[in-house]
């Protein structure tokens, strides 16, 4: 990765964390629609809910220091976690492969990583990820669990054959009352290995 490479994938962070400081609002305004029923990531569709700055620098050195190059990512939003993920791997020759939902949120995502530059080293796919990575048998290095907390566990058994001795599978907002069933379900399991890190915020989940 050269400097401008890089510069021009952090500039656009830069302003994609300015334009997510009004997610609260958004949020709200999009929260208000479902007040008699379960909020939908439809309802969200104009909200980033992205990782911080400090879980995306923390994502970069995971990277570098374990050599990650299959990426593959649930939940793209706008893309600031995957534009993290690219960071890392332009220094590992890796590349991603991330999935959204929400059209609209997967097209603007492809803005930014082509205003970022790296737009060839992402692959978006639209839709749900239980479909749109229901045929993906290559060796995954790098899981990373951010979309919603009801599909982690049918995802990470979905893709469990995926999983090799160094995989790592990085769970945000481990700290959610809606993600307790799935650490529960998979602590069950004496093949994995768990790390809190980010005051429980996050948590990484290897094999042993
Ligand atoms: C927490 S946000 C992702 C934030 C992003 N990783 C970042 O840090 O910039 C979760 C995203 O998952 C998406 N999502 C929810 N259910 C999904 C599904 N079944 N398949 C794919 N994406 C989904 C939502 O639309 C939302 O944009």
Redesign the pocket.
Known sequence: MNISQQNQIESTLVH?FND?KYDMLKAMKGMAKSAFRPVQ??D??N?????SKE??EDLVALIKNNNIQNIV????????????LALGALQTKGSII?????ES?AEK?IENFKLAGVNELIEV?V??????LKDHNYPIDLL?L???KD?YLP?FQMLEHTYHKDTIIYV??ADMAQTQVFLKTISRNEKYKFESIFGGKAVLVTIK
């Open positions: 994609l997510s990531p439809a969200l569709k909200v980033y809910l992205s990782i879980q995306g990512e649930f939940g793209t939003s706008f893309g600031i976690s995957a534009l993290y991330t999935t959204e939902l929400i949120k995502a796919r839709g749900n990820a239980l479909e749109t990373l951010d979309g919603w599909l995802l945000d907002n």
